[in-house]
């Protein structure tokens, strides 16, 4: 991170990781304009420079890999010796790996785990002194398979329901600091999660195997079809910063807040649809009927 003066009473003080990019960056630049100083991590130094010319220098991002404990400390001590405390603290960053659990390589789906589950846990635990000192807000953002899970999505869902119960337990724990902790459960967003999300099924299409093709190809290709329009039809990844921010400051803190109506939807159909509807949306979802 470059060094740079930063005086301690310019506002309040949030960090958001994968803040490079699509939901990230638009969460990072509306926290700025709401006068935030904002610290992220991102991914290419093009996007450090990107944001800090987007955001007037308002927005400060390192290139950190989050599954790198060394990296992530080295990180979090840089930011807090700028800072007295930190207001909010956006879990963000994620990665998804989509396919038939039967022919994912466990080491694609651990690496899901250390970036959706093990980063999360890093980087909270090594801001918990500043989220104390401002007795500040968690913010983890999941995603809405987390809750109602997918075919083919396995690996993002069960990440990143691991994700929410650590944000749960954290939630109680934490209260006794005056921490709040409120997870986001996002559905179909216009960022540049589709264009990635349609590599990644062509990726996985194109290296099956003669034998995984025959049996999960043409169900793969249905639900990847189906997932790339939704994203398409999704909410714009500034409209969905703003409905994150708005959380992000709502009080009292929520514990839960989807984002899209297709997330609502999702939400509600789990709290009233029986197992077997459940199920049943499922395979229409994955496109296995």
Excluded: C
């Amino acid at each position: 991170m470059e060094e740079r003066d930063v005086e301690m009473d310019a506002g309040q003080v949030a960090v958001v990781t994968g803040a490079g990019s699509g939901l990230g960056r638009e969460i990072s630049l509306g926290l700025a304009a709401r006068g935030y100083q904002v610290f992220g991590t991102a991914l290419a130094a093009a996007e450090v420079t990107d944001l800090d010319a987007a955001s007037g220098g308002a927005v400060r991002l390192a290139v950190v890999d989050i599954v790198d404990d060394a990296a992530v400390a080295t990180w979090a001590q840089g930011v807090q010796d700028h800072v007295a405390g930190v207001d909010l603290l956006v879990s963000n960053a994620g990665i998804l790996t989509p396919g038939p659990v039967e022919l994912l390589a466990i080491d694609d789906v651990r690496r899901e785990f250390e970036v959706n589950t093990f980063g999360p846990l890093r980087v909270i635990n090594e801001f918990l002194p500043a989220l104390r000192a401002a007795r500040g807000r968690i913010v983890q953002i999941s995603t809405i398979t987390a809750t109602v899970p997918l075919p083919f999505n396995a690996a993002s869902g069960a990440s990143k329901a691991a994700a929410e119960v650590f944000a749960d337990v954290y939630r109680a724990e934490l209260k006794q600091f005056g921490i709040d902790v409120t997870i986001v459960s996002p559905g179909s967003m216009l960022t540049g999660g589709p264009a990635k999300s349609a590599a990644a099924f062509e990726r996985l299409l194109s290296a099956m195997t003669p034998e995984g093709r025959e049996l999960y190809g043409a169900p793969f290709e249905r639900f990847a079809e189906q997932f790339n329009a939704k994203q398409g039809e999704g909410i714009t990844a500034t409209d969905a910063a703003t409905q994150v921010i708005e959380a992000a400051e709502e009080q009292p803190a929520p514990s839960r807040r989807t984002v899209g109506a297709d997330a609502a939807a999702l939400l509600h159909a789990s709290k009233t649809m029986t197992d077997d509807e459940l199920d049943a949306l499922r395979l229409q979802l994955g496109g296995l009927v």
